[in-house]
């Protein structure tokens, strides 16, 4: 979707309001006014505090480390679970173990500026933090999302975005069609071929819930105006 504004009301528009999965996301503003379950990207926490941690020394840094030390635990835990090195029943321990480490380091209080700062996201997102771990499907970071945005991101960069925007609806949707098949497995080229040859058989479930949610095909754009 490429949008003249980064407002909140572009992801609603997309997702809707009946929408019950979850949007992982960063800590842009924007993304506070949604009520979707929002779990939150751990990576660009502790990269803020690796920023910190630069300026700082004693019981600052020290402060800064445990919350490394603890999210970097947080991080490590789940691949633990996949690998079988620990059981179902230690994961569910571990996991509270952390979430109680997690509220009683909330619950200090920290004299330095920056660190206090830190703190205080950290309690406005406290119930964001270890949705990973409660859902299977639900990865730490969202890392996995800024990667799929980047070949478009970097298309605009180099052609100085779009003049038009029929242009700008055109790269959205192909670009959509482009990363999903690559999604299911499947070749982009041979697919946009057999639609050409036969443009009447049925659409594969993927291509026609793109289709049934209100975007055009490829066949739309095709046959619409240069």
């Not at 379950?37 to 600052?60: F, I, V, Y």
């Amino acid at each position: 979707m490429i949008d003249p504004t980064r407002a909140h009301d572009v992801v609603e528009r997309i997702l809707g309001e009946e929408f019950t999965g979850v949007v992982q996301c960063d800590y842009f503003l924007a993304y506070d006014p949604l009520p979707y379950e929002q779990p939150k990207c751990l990576r660009h926490l502790l990269r803020r505090r690796d920023e910190l941690t630069e300026s700082k020394s004693g019981a600052a840094v020290k402060f800064s480390r445990q919350v490394a030390q603890l999210l970097r635990g947080a991080i490590r835990l789940k691949p633990r679970l996949s690998e079988g090195r620990i059981s179902p029943a230690g994961f569910r321990v571990a996991r509270g173990r952390l979430a109680v480490a997690l509220d009683r380091w909330l619950a200090g209080r920290s004299t330095d500026a920056d660190n206090a700062k830190l703190a205080k996201l950290l309690r406005q997102h406290r119930e964001q933090w270890l949705v990973f771990l409660a859902e299977d499907a639900v990865a730490p970071t969202n890392a996995e999302g800024e990667q799929e945005i980047r070949p478009a991101v970097a298309v605009r960069k180099m052609s100085a975005c779009n003049r038009r925007w029929q242009g700008a609806d055109v790269h959205a949707v192909w670009t959509s069609v482009i990363r999903t098949c690559r999604k299911h497995g499947q070749d982009f080229l041979a697919l946009i071929l057999e639609r050409l040859r036969h443009p009447t058989a049925a659409l594969p479930a993927w291509l026609n819930g793109l289709a049934l949610a209100g975007c055009p095909t490829p066949e739309e754009l095709a046959t619409g105006p240069p």
